[in-house]
């Protein structure tokens, strides 16, 4: 595996006594605040001191329109390794830890003098991150792991991890037990129940799938729950699905629904979630629910029907004539 010049060694190769977190803390990873949108100018004036800003894992209004680079898409000083751009481009199962190892085994690589920005501590966010600042080699068990996690939800021990702890929003925490576990060594002991927990987790969802409380419509499979599972862990669950549909009532207003629906592992090459034009629907083009749309009052039965019909008017020979 070689780097382009530009591409610093990983810090990884470099001596054990030196944890990431003293690394972190040497080279930064900013965690901004969770928002929905924001443009390239905005964020160089956060960041106003003219080096590169390597944005993971979120969105920046308008990117696409940029230079297109191995990663993703270059605008200004502003390099966006994200997976949840709105174009067929990245309308495919990968995930921005993709793009991290895309762009660092390329030439270009990445600029060792940059800001690299995060706003959530997922998988993906967490991972994509540490390869683009160098922390981590650009490896395929963490592409496996991030799509793990943003696509198939198949068990795989860091996405567990990562995604156990990252309601934390506690980035040196979920560092510091990442390496742990990659060397062997034993979890902090609030990690470890937050893996526990995603276990018991799984385990719910499989005996949901194996339950008679599953079930489809065509290629739309659904259940309806009041546990609020994961529906990220379902993928993997139902090979044979396009569409996984989960429902749950709102937890403050009983007579609404969160609908949480993900594209399935038979789901077809182009379709996307986000052009359906889906009832009180927010989300990207492979996952996403009503619940920032405050729920819905449709019961999932006639939301998986329209899911369905959606799916099949899609699927029709007229469409590719």
Known sequence: MTFGESFPRP????SDKESMIERLRERPITLLEEFSDITAEDLEARFPDGRPIVVCDFGVT?????EEIPGGYRHGRILSIDHHVPNERMARRISSTTLAIEQA????GFPEDSNVVIHHTDCDSILSSLIARGFLPPEDRFNDAAIAADHTGEENDISDLLGSLMQRRDLEFSMRN??????????????LKALEQRKSEREEAAKLVASEALRKTGNVYYVW???RPDAALFPALLPDAAVVIVGSPMKHDSGKSVIKIRLGMKAPEGFMLNTLDLPDFGGRWNAGNTKRHGGTAIPIEEYAELVREKLESWESPARTE
Request: net charge negative; aromatic share 0%; glycine share 10%.
């Open 178 to 191: 990442l390496e742990a576990l990659l060397h062997g060594a034993p979890l902090d002991s609030d990690a």
């Open 62 to 66: 308008g990117i696409e329109a940029g």
């Open 225 to 227: 729950t009041k546990s």
């Open 11 to 14: 810090d990884s190769e470099r």
């Open 105 to 108: 085994r390329s030439d270009e």
